[in-house]
């Protein structure tokens, strides 16, 4: 372990490439179940504006305000660590789509029947929605009308972490997001990367977002907890044992959880890490190198040397994940937020006032 720290990024990527055969590959769009439709094409990259936000935000609004969140978080995701993936997952979906602004909560209404919650890869596989109206209701019971729904979110994404990492990957939070007022599927089309994506769409996903390749490999190391449908990587040729690079006992094991043929009515859930799928910590990294991982999205990482690399490092230097984690998740939740006149504090999670 300790050489392995020590390692040049050139002497690590021949570590990468002994394990893995490194070479430049393209994937296409999955076909029909594969989980998403072909996005809209990339806009230019926004800067984040998360200038107005501050650590503390609610110290005299609401001085319990964290707190609060925490311990409804904290009770959730240890009768069920999968609700902590879906909150970690439920900031990102937020933030990729207008800003972290709480629109992924707000439901379809007569004037808006098609919301980010009812697009494809967010229906139905993201949850957490219950916990945040948890947190809401008790939030309003101590300081009406004070904390947005947004800084909801967004606390509960660093808490659902630091409860599924044991404290490891805890951080400080900057709060005063306002809730935005619109939400379409559309845009969630657009602005998510699917699993399906190759490494420089990928790129090009979180550089529209104003992150780097560091903050993709980073955050993409979220996929050690929780569960996937199997439609996210079966109609993408992953299981196939003639194209796919899955290491093939991992494979045969899919095979056998997962339908040829995933359907809505057919189309069970397995878990992302088979060894700690109940913790957030860096064996998704050691599972990619090991080709053990599910998403072509997951795969691609170890396309180039710099992301390989940086595969590498985070999987075998201890401690130094969880401190990039906690960084890349401040830096996601600043990705174009609304503060002051921009937007609302909604008094319903999922209705705009």
């Known amino acids: 372990m300790a050489r392995l720290a020590a390692l040049t990024t050139a002497a690590m990527l021949a570590v990468v490439c002994s394990v893995t055969c490194c070479q430049a590959e393209g994937y296409g769009y999955p076909g029909p179940g594969g989980g998403y439709p072909s996005p809209s094409p990339t806009p230019p990259a926004p800067t984040p504006s998360g200038a107005d936000l501050a650590v503390g935000f609610y110290r005299d609004a609401c ?22 993936a879906g909150l970690i997952r439920m900031l990102f979906h937020d933030c990729f ?30 949850r957490g929605f219950e916990v945040i109206d948890a947190a809401k209701a008790a939030l309003e019971a101590a300081c009406p009308g004070k904390v947005s729904r947004a800084d909801i ?9 630091a409860v599924l990492s044991g404290g490891r990957a805890d951080f400080a939070m ?19 990367p699917p699993p399906s994506f190759n490494l420089s769409e990928l790129t090009a996903s979180f550089a529209a977002k104003g992150l780097d390749a560091d903050d993709l490999v980073v955050l993409s190391g979220a996929h050690t ?3 996937s449908h199997c439609s996210s990587f079966v109609g993408d040729g992953r299981l196939n044992a003639s194209t796919s690079d899955m290491n093939p006992a991992l494979a045969a094991s899919l095979r056998r959880q997962c339908p040829a043929n995933p359907t ?25 190198l090991r080709r053990n991982v599910l998403f072509t999205s997951d795969a691609a990482l170890l396309r180039s040397g710099q992301t390989a690399a940086a595969v590498v490092q985070n999987a075998f230097v201890p401690g130094l994940w969880e401190q990039k984690f906690a960084a890349a998740m401040v830096k996601m939740a600043s990705i174009e937020v609304k503060t002051g ?13």
């Open 63 to 84: 001085p319990n305000a964290e707190a609060i969140v925490r311990d409804v978080v904290k009770k959730a995701v240890e009768q069920n660590p999968g609700v902590g």
């Open 97 to 126: 789509v207008q800003g972290c602004d709480a629109s992924v909560l707000l439901d379809p209404t007569a004037a808006n029947t098609q919301p980010e919650k009812l697009s494809p890869p967010n229906f139905p596989s993201l």
């Open 153 to 161: 979110v967004a606390f509960a994404g660093r808490d659902a972490s």
């Open 174 to 192: 900057p709060a005063g997001r306002r809730d935005g007022r619109a939400s379409s599927a559309n845009d969630a089309l657009q602005f998510l």
């Open 225 to 227: 907890v929780g569960r």
């Open 264 to 288: 809505a009515a057919n189309d069970p859930t397995v878990v992302q890490d088979t060894v700690t799928p109940n913790t957030l910590d860096s064996q998704y990294y050691r599972n990619a």
């Open 341 to 353: 006149a921009n937007g609302e504090i909604r008094r319903n999670c999922r209705v705009v006032n």
